[in-house]
């Protein structure tokens, strides 16, 4: 059971240093991806085509078949457990959580595909939602705001230690903020008191800033010390 002084870092988590996605780190996270993609165009189409009953229900039972298939193989749940397997064959662990992450995993389909990267004091993010992420007509769904702010705030952390948990959010939603077009994100960390971080960041799309955040995340008792001065290689 998890308890809530456990670091939410599993200290594999770096910030990449390069606004190009890095390739799979083998071929089989790179199929991952790929079906990522393939579901991902899936929920497009169908909330998007005006199509036939019978057409969608063919379409579910084959899904359904397929899911099947890949359940058959042995089960792995959540990012702790499939690390510790990798560690106990002997093979290369992902960067797991950029791989499985809601809000940026490249192998996951539910997460719109964010790329976070570190430019200097700061982290920047890109990403472009789409119809499956819309709220108020033709634009983006403040939940799905709220995600995005938090996992760039959350990587962010990475900057000066280990990754505390969102403690408070406080988001001001400026204008609406489009989907299907790139949006960019810059976050950094304004000040750090004790455990508590304090980061912000704001959410553009062109030239304007649709969205700030401020947030305060709260590091574990027994967290990595903070400001190590290269945090993304320190724990290797
Ligand atoms: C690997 C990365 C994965 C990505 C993760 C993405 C981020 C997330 O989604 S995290 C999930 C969402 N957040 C949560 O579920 C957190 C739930 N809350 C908790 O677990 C706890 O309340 C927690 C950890 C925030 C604080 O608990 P605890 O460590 O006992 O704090 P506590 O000792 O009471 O307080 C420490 C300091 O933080 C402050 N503080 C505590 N809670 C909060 C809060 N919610 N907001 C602001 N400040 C707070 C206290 O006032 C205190 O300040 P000071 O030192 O000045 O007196």
Excluded at 19 to 46: C, K, S, T, V, Y
Excluded at 123 to 131: E, G, L, S, Y
Excluded at 199 to 211: K, P
């Amino acid at each position: 059971m998890s308890n809530h002084h456990s670091p939410v870092d599993d200290h594999q988590v770096r910030i990449s240093d390069s606004p190009e996605i890095p390739p799979a780190i083998n071929d089989n996270w790179q199929a991952r991806r790929e079906l990522a993609d393939a579901l991902r165009r899936l929920n497009m189409a169908m909330l998007t085509a005006d199509a036939p009953t019978g057409q969608l229900r063919a379409v579910a039972a084959v899904v359904h078949t397929e899911a099947a298939r890949i359940e058959a193989n042995e089960r792995v749940y959540g990012r702790k457990a499939l690390s510790n397997l990798y560690t106990s064959r002997q093979q290369q662990n992902p960067d797991l959580l950029h791989e499985m992450s809601p809000a940026s995993g490249w192998s996951n389909a539910v997460a719109p595909g964010m790329h976070i990267w570190r430019e200097g004091e700061r982290v920047h993010a890109r990403v472009t939602p789409d119809w499956s992420h819309e709220g108020p007509f033709g634009h983006l769904h403040g939940g799905v705001i709220a995600l995005l702010f938090d996992h760039v705030l959350s990587i962010g952390q990475r900057m000066v230690g280990s990754i505390g948990h969102t403690g408070t959010l406080t988001i001001r939603y400026h204008r609406p903020t489009p989907i299907n077009k790139p949006l960019r994100m810059v976050a950094d960390v304004k000040r750090i008191e004790g455990r508590k971080k304090f980061m912000a960041a704001e959410l553009w799309a062109d030239n304007a800033c649709t969205a700030s955040c401020e947030g305060i995340f709260i590091a574990s008792r027994n967290a990595l010390p903070p400001a190590s001065p290269e945090p993304d290689k320190a724990d290797t």
